[in-house]
């Protein structure tokens, strides 16, 4: 491999305790996500339609290459030589360690540093409790102090550091079941941290759903709750009595809940008004169960801790480079701001160890979020200060990431559902949501806050009362996963509309019907959600399939040939929240006189096929895919921006005077941003240059000729043209190749280069920019950079001066409401799934027969790529449904022993891979855009394989998952 690294591959953040920031990324041609200065572009048709995935042959053929594949001899500038970690962890999280032994390594293999939190404390090296995601997110140690007890199963207690990668690989294996190296003491019992997070969110609505909330989280405030031991507490409080009240933190990546309790601390009187309208709630429940008009169902739910089994560890490699003070860190993550913010906090108290620079690179990687702001890269981070100028590669194996990676949090819900017998009209939706979030904080209130916003599923309820609390105990960590809370907590308000469809004696799918949200109604936090959701229109389509329409017969049929075995059906629709409370986006794209079209872009690839679809939407707006891409990019030197967080009055004051300024940079891989939120810039981008470039440029060649050409004789306007495999034409003109255009636009000293930055809160930022060439323009935009064509005038290049760009300051910004954060979700996807399945009486074992999925999509710009999410997404909730589990606690993944030779995962055979079909609604016009659907593709397979069970056996399931063992027992 080669290459170098300069300042063109990265992206200085600014300076972060003292501390020069920058990201880059991995500068190698092979790594073809990040550098492909020579793609290939045969993966594209002419026709605008991916033959294959952009780095599809780079996948079949072993050549895509992840951030574990590199080792420091791989990296320009970077050592040859490598040292290599594992961590001690303590498995018992009830007594106090009292240190390690490590004498069975014998002589030979000793390590050449073994790391202590005692050390780490001398040198003043331990978890950051001021970074931006709250005091105790990353926990409270690296390391377990001699004389503590372990917070969590599986905390780190040691690090050894080896010189010798055989040394090192020896020791490791010797040492993986090893019981006597962890010393213990006195038996303490566990001591997790102080719980995380307890909120409510009581809305009233009015008269009708298109009336205005009474009382709603979004125009007041939600409740901020306390805990006393595990119990928690509302306001008022007792001043007498003591209480723990968890802090607001910051980072707001569960929605709005944090501007919801911001305000419920700057206005204690709305919280008492919502806790009065919470106790009228009470009360409303308690005299439905006396009311002969009224049905009540209260039901438990049980969501279990499951492992995401990501096919790449987590795994770091860190050098820190005393002659230069630079901290060197390559890793696989999700949120590359988010690991430098942490790496510079950790590294500014230090007392021994000068870092003046950051330098991160990241990697292709792929997580289903279990590398969204993991704690794992700390420990690299830490064992570089101490391996003698070498740098130190940590990665996991398998039994190590089940023992120490991030999980899926279980969920405990206690739901109450109220509403009219005679119309099945829902009147009231009561739930608290208790979220286990182990021993180390991670994103666990924010998957809490999600898992009550989206416990409304497709409903509409005038009244809710949602509960979000997010737990600590000893179980090991869990954090961002795949359906972020809300899988777990649709599922269970899923399970019960069916139940009550059964009591009711209505059709399940009717029922739905009654109560589905319509456009224009509101959440339960008193948003509203845009657009149409179109539950209605998917539910009357879902209504007439066939595994649905004949599943009274098929039943009978199936049971009289099949002695032995119970057939069934179920249904479940869902709606799944896409993108968060503050998304950003960032690109370049331009092109020279040839017309060589180069794009650089945030997108970082994770095993969505996110690079392929930002090609795919240049395509849709030029004619052309490009032919130099680089993706994970993180520098932008055309856009010198900064960030810093802002309430509403600092934003205001920051819209109008520093046109730097930007609320988010750099967009986290998450949350299924990536087709509608990070490629609204790609969007912008290409049709900035469509109308302000291309567009100039094809009047100028239809209107040669005498008169005005061609051209004059025709009425055509900019909403006439249109994109084809022929390049742009329209309105009876003939199509013009992009690079006769790209010429001509040179020479006209047209734009041909655009760099431009969003930013949304459930609602883009505009802005107003002055823009020679153009003149000016409102736009969904933030921040905009052009660079001019060759026949530019002087004056105009001269003012290319940032990094070959001219920054258009804006004149004024125009900012989502900070309060417009407490509205979510508003951007979703609606999704229903049809399952077929038998039951064999003797043995519980349960056998999906088939699966019809039915999705809003929105305009697909890869189908396949949201087919392929589809079926990974349904073999994943299969999974989770019927046979994933880890155990939180004794004999729980905490211990080490865990491997896939005891977590079950669904195969083949398991998921009815050849029997599965897919309906997509069509968009509602031409211009309606792309969903994000890649968190939803798992969802509603779960409840509707549930109800399927409850259809063959005539028993319900409110437990997840579903095995064998308590299929058996319902029907003993």
Known sequence: ??????????????????????????????????????????????????????????????????????????????????????????????????????????????PDKVVLQEDLIRDGLNIPQDTSMGKGFYGTNILVPLGDTPPIIGHPVAILIYHDFDKYSAAQRMLRFATNTVKYGTVTGPKPPANYGAARYVRIGGNTPLSPSIFSPYQDSGIKGGFDGNTPIWPPYDPKHAISIPPVIRKDRGGGFIQALHQAEKSPDKQEKAMDYARQIEQEIAAARQDPDKFVIERHGFSQSIDPCAMEPDNCNTWYDAQTKTLHILTATQSPAGVVNAAAELSKHNKHFSVENIVLLTGSTVGYGSKDYSVFPFYSMVASFYADGLPVRMANDRYEQFQMGMKRHSIEMDVTIIGDKKTGKFDVLKGTYNCNGGGRENLSVAVSHVAVRGAQSIYYFPKSDLTALAMATPAVEAGSMRGFGSLQSMAVTELMVDEIAHNLNIDPIELRRRNAILEGYPNTQGGVIAGDPRNVEMLNLAEKHPIWVDREKNKVDYEAKNPGKLYGVGFAQVQQVYGSSGVPTILSLEFDTNGKLTMRHCMQEIGTGGTTAQQVMVWQAL???????????????????????????????????????????????????????????????????????????????????????????????????????????????????????????????????????????????????????VGLKNLPLDAISVRYGDGAPQELKKQMTTGGYHFIKRKIAYYPPTQRAKADPTTVTPASCLVELNVNTMTGEVDVMRHHMIMDPGTMIVPELVSGQIQGGTAMGIGHALMEELPLYEDGPGNGTWNFNRYVLPRAKDVAVWQQTIDYLPPLSETSPPKGMAELGMIPILPATSNALTHATGKRFYEFPITVDKIKKALS
């Open 623 to 773: 004619s052309k895919a490009p032919d130099v891409v680089e993706f994970g990019v993180t520098e932008f030197a055309e856009l010198p921006l900064k960030t810093s967080w802002a309430d509403q009055k600092k934003q205001d004051e920051l819209s109008k005077t520093d046109p730097y300024w930007t609320p988010a940079l750099i967009p986290d891989m998450s949350s299924s941003s990536g087709v509608y939120y990070i490629g609204f810039g790609t969007r912008q981008a290409g049709h900035f240059l469509l109308e302000n470039t291309l567009w100039p440029a094809a009047k100028s060649i239809w209107s040669e000729g005498p008169g005005g050409g061609a051209f004059n004789g025709l009425n055509v306007e900019f909403a006439d043209i249109r994109v084809g495999p022929d390049g742009i034409g329209g309105g009876g003109m003939k199509p013009i190749p992009f690079d006769i255009l790209a010429k001509r636009a040179h020479e006209m000293g047209l734009i041909t280069g655009v760099a431009v930055h969003g930013y949304s809160s459930w609602q883009w930022a505009r802005a107003e920019f002055d823009i020679p060439t």
């Open 1 to 110: 491999m080669s290459g170098h690294i300069s300042r063109r591959n990265f992206i200085k953040l600014g300076t972060i305790a003292g501390i020069a920031v920058m990201v880059g990324k991995l500068p190698f041609a092979i790594a073809m996500e990040l550098d492909s200065d020579s793609p290939s572009t045969d993966w594209i048709g002419q026709n605008g339609k991916a033959r294959f995935r952009w780095d599809g042959v780079e996948k079949v053929t072993g050549r895509k290459n992840f951030a574990r594949d590199y080792r420091a001899k791989d990296i320009p500038g970077w050592p040859k030589k490598q040292s290599y970690a594992f961590m001690l962890k303590a498995t018992e999280a009830d007594k106090t360690f009292e240190g390690i032994d490590i004498s069975m390594l014998g002589p030979n293999l000793q």
